[in-house]
C-alpha cells in the first residue's frame, strides 16, 4: 500500500511549522486548542481542493484571513509537501499557496515529483502558478501518468466525520441505493453501502459489520435495508430490534450507537475499498468505553491495510494504543508543535501507570499548561 511517510506543513492556522514523519497508526493527542483538529481541517481543504472546490473552501472557511497563521500580514502564503512511499519509489507533492486579493489564495508554485528506487534524481512535473484550483486533474485528464498517480493519492487521504447525529443529520434521512462506491464523509450514504455490501460476496462483508454492531449495541438483531419509492431508488437506515420483528428507524437510534455503526462500517470495508488515508477526528464522541475498546482495535487492525491517523481527547481510548502511535500535539505560544513521545523516558512510568494515566499526568506532553 501507498503511505504517507512524511507530511511538511507552514503557514496553515496554529501551524507556523510542522516537519512530521507519519506511521501507519497515527495518534493525535493534545489539550483544547493545540492545534490538532488544525491539521485535520488542512485534509479537508486537500479534500476540496482535489474535487476541484477550492475557492469554495477558503470563502466558507471565513476566507484566506482564517486560513493562514494569524492572518495574511503576518503569513502571506502557506506550504505543503506530503511525500508518499510508494512500491517502486517516493512520490511526493509540493505546493505554495499565496495570499491574493479578495482575501483569497492561488497557486504560487504546484509541483509532483517521482523518485524511483535506485535513481538519484526525481522526475519533476511543474504544473505552474497563478492558478485558482489545481491542476493535477487536469493534467491526469490528458493522460499525464504522474498526474493519475497523485490523483489517485490525494483522493485517497479521506477525513471522515461523523460528529452529526441531529434529526436532520443526512445518515438518518433517505438516500440513493445507487450512490454506495464510497462511503461518504458523513455517512450519508450510509444505508445504500450496507445494502450492497449485504447483496455481494453473499454477505462476507456485511454479517461482520453486524456481528461487532452487536458486541457495542447488544440489543441490535439486525438491519432492515429494503429500497422504497419511486423505481425502488430509495433506502433508510431501518433495523430490527433483538426479539422482535418491529422494525425501527434510524430516528430510534441514540447518537453515540449511530456514530459506532458509521465507525464500524468505514473500518470493516472490504481491503480493496479502503482509501490510502482513513482521518478521524474525535471518534470517542459519545462512545461507552468498551465501546472504544472494540473501535480501537478495529483502527490497530486496518492499519495494517491502510494509514489511520486519529485525533483524540480520551484518555480511555489512548489506552488501547502503544506509545510509538502517539503524537503529541503542544501550543506553544502563539503555534502548534507535533511531537512523537521518548519512548525510551515513557518506560519506567508504562510499568506503573497505563498510556493514558502517564497522558493525564502531563509526563508527555498535550496537556493544558
Known amino acids: 500500500m501507498a503511505m504517507l511517510q512524511r507530511m511538511v506543513l507552514n503557514g496553515f492556522k496554529s501551524i507556523k511549522t510542522m516537519d512530521l514523519e ?3 497508526l497515527n495518534i493525535l493527542i493534545g489539550a483544547n ?11 479537508k481543504m486537500l479534500n476540496e481542493m482535489m474535487a476541484g472546490r477550492l475557492q469554495q473552501y477558503i470563502g466558507t472557511a471565513g476566507r484566506a484571513q482564517s486560513l493562514l497563521h494569524f492572518g495574511p500580514k503576518v503569513t502571506p502564503q502557506l506550504e505543503a509537501r506530503l511525500e508518499f512511499a510508494v512500491d517502486n519509489g517516493l512520490d511526493t507533492y509540493a505546493m505554495r499557496l499565496f495570499h491574493a486579493a479578495g482575501d483569497t489564495l492561488v497557486f504560487a508554485e ?21 492558478h485558482q484550483e489545481t491542476r ?30 441531529s434529526p436532520t443529520a443526512r445518515v438518518r434521512q433517505f438516500c440513493y441505493v445507487g450512490d454506495n462506491r464510497w462511503l461518504m464523509p458523513d455517512a450519508g450514504n450510509l444505508a445504500a453501502v450496507l445494502f450492497r455490501l449485504r447483496n455481494e460476496r453473499d454477505g462476507a462483508a456485511y454479517h461482520p459489520v453486524v456481528s461487532t454492531i452487536r458486541l457495542i449495541a ?12 419511486p423505481n425502488k431508488k430509495d433506502i433508510i437506515l431501518n433495523w430490527r430490534h433483538k426479539g422482535t420483528d418491529q422494525v425501527f428507524g434510524p430516528h430510534q437510534l441514540s447518537d ?25 477526528d474525535e471518534p470517542e464522541l459519545g462512545l461507552h468505553p468498551y465501546a ?27 489506552d488501547s494504543f502503544e506509545a510509538e502511535d502517539v503524537v503529541v500535539v503542544n501550543r506553544e505560544g502563539m503555534e502548534s508543535k507535533f511531537l512523537r513521545p521518548d519512548e525510551e523516558k515513557l518506560e519506567s512510568w508504562l ?18 499548561h
Open 256 to 280: 453515540g450507537t449511530l456514530r459506532a455503526i458509521c465507525l464500524v462500517t468505514l473500518l470493516m470495508m472490504p481491503q480493496d475499498e479502503l482509501p490510502e488515508l482513513i482521518i478521524v
Open 110 to 130: 504546484e509541483t509532483l515529483s517521482f523518485l524511483q528506487t535506485g535513481y538519484a534524481n526525481p522526475k519533476s512535473l511543474p504544473l505552474g502558478a497563478g
Open 136 to 165: 493535477i486533474g487536469q493534467e491526469a485528464d490528458r493522460g499525464e501518468p504522474t498526474a493519475k498517480v497523485f490523483r489517485h493519492l490525494l483522493n485517497h487521504c479521506r477525513v471522515y466525520h461523523f460528529h452529526d447525529t
Open 22 to 24: 507519519l506511521r501507519p
Open 292 to 318: 472504544l475498546t472494540v473501535l480501537a482495535a478495529l483502527f490497530k487492525k486496518t492499519s495494517h491495510h491502510t494509514q489511520v491517523l486519529i485525533s483524540t481527547q480520551s484518555a480511555s481510548f489512548l
Open 351 to 368: 510499568e506503573e501507570y497505563s498510556l493514558g494515566e502517564v497522558w493525564e499526568k502531563n509526563v508527555i506532553g498535550g496537556g493544558p
Open 218 to 229: 447488544p440489543f441490535f438483531d439486525d438491519f432492515e435495508l429494503v429500497p422504497e419509492g
Open 33 to 43: 486548542g493545540a492545534g490538532k483538529s488544525n491539521l485535520v481541517s488542512f485534509f
